[in-house]
């Protein structure tokens, strides 16, 4: 198993440019989840899914959607990016969706807005 | 609110000392808490979790951590240190969003420093 993968690692935008950040698991997982990592701060949700075709906002959702047409895949696209932005994103995917159920992570997205 | 409070910001120990990473949790129930590790330029990876089967919990790589109640601790030991160890320690409470969905709330991180 791959477990879960993400696509690219770094990313390099302009002000106001989109795109979409790729995250697919290979575990068969009804639960995924974005999140983007600070400094300093920790992790903060920013979307989820509870399955194929059923997504909901986190914590910081303002700037991103998702949408999630497969099990496996959980893009999550900036619509125009902004400084504010800059994070190194992370993907998550878990089998049970209750508090004991392990997480398992995917590498990150370093993304820089300029 | 459920939270975790990491104490300190950055540890330094030498090779084959022990290993203290301390967190306090607040919540008013029997929560599940997990350590994550991320190298540098990596992802994160479990440690271990304590989801109230045990209060030691042991994880990978030599770790293992201690659920105190009276305490409000879930401190992360191990007995020797390696160079390999040297990485950014997450402390993680998780919790039910007002939608029912288990996200996880993460403390502000350990970084542990090693030196030969």
């Known amino acids: 198993n791959a477990g879960v993968t993400q696509t690219p690692k770094f990313q390099v935008l302009k002000t106001g440019q989109s795109m979409t950040l790729q995250c697919a698991q290979d575990?068969?997982?009804?639960?995924m989840s974005w999140y983007r990592q600070d400094p300093g701060m920790g992790l903060r949700l920013i979307h989820y899914s509870v399955g194929a075709g059923i997504t909901d906002q986190g914590e910081v959702p303002n700037g991103y959607n998702v949408s999630r047409s497969t099990t496996e895949d959980f893009p999550l696209r900036l619509l125009s990016a902004a400084p504010s932005q800059t994070s190194v994103y992370f993907c998550?995917?878990?089998?049970?969706?209750?508090?004991?159920?392990?997480?398992?992570f995917g590498p990150g997205t370093r993304l820089t807005v300029l | 609110a459920q939270s975790v409070t990491q104490l300190d910001s950055h540890v330094s120990v030498s090779e084959g000392t022990p290993v203290l990473l301390r967190c306090n949790y607040s919540?008013?129930?029997?929560?599940?808490l997990f350590w994550y590790v991320q190298h540098p330029n990596k992802g994160l990876q479990l440690l271990l979790k304590?989801?109230?089967?045990?209060?030691l919990v042991k994880g990978i790589n030599g770790f293992e951590a201690e659920f105190k109640k009276s305490e409000t601790s879930f401190h992360l030991t191990k007995p020797s240190a390696h160079m390999s160890d040297a990485a950014e320690y997450f402390c993680?409470?998780?919790?039910?969003?007002?939608?029912?969905?288990?996200?996880?709330?993460f403390g502000t991180g350990t970084r542990l420093l090693v030196s030969p």
């Open positions: 998550a995917s878990s089998y049970e969706g209750v508090s004991t159920d392990t997480q398992y």
């Open positions: 993680v409470v998780s919790v039910t969003w007002h939608t029912g969905f288990q996200k996880l709330v």
């Open positions: 919540s008013s129930y029997s929560p599940s």
């Open positions: 575990m068969n997982h009804e639960y």
């Open positions: 304590y989801t109230s089967a045990a209060t």
